[in-house]
Nanobody, 119 residues
């Protein structure tokens, strides 16, 4: 069973950049398909993007395409979310998640890290 810990959140201004990290432990990180999600106040949790086990494939929700980039370093058991040109509407708690198999629900979740973007 893998444990996930997010870090790197904070308060920034619109247009700034931020990089989140998701550190994994307790499992074979390279076996997991990984994803990022976020939840804004009063809203449902939404999918941000995902990365395949070797990092060769990524997919993003439309609202972050061209601004966010997901990467992973399997040697460091860590996934990243590089967020550029941040907007106020990106304000949310960001979660990383892991699953064994593509196409099924994510099995493991981190505790989340807050990102606040002021306009």
């Amino acid at each position: 069973q893998v444990q996930l810990v997010e870090s790197g959140g904070g308060m920034v201004q619109a247009g700034d950049s931020l990089r989140l990290s998701c550190a994994a432990s307790g499992g074979t990180f390279s076996n997991y398909d990984m994803g990022w999600f976020r939840q804004a106040p009063g809203k449902e949790r939404e999918f941000v993007g995902r990365i395949s086990v070797r990092g060769s494939y990524t997919y993003y929700t439309d609202s972050v395409k061209g601004r966010f980039t997901i990467s992973r370093d399997n040697a460091k058991n860590t996934m990243y979310l590089q967020m550029n040109s941040l907007k106020a509407e990106d304000t949310a708690v960001y979660y990383c998640a892991a699953r064994h198999t593509v196409g099924v629900k994510y099995d493991y979740w981190g505790q989340g890290t807050q990102v606040t973007v002021s306009s």
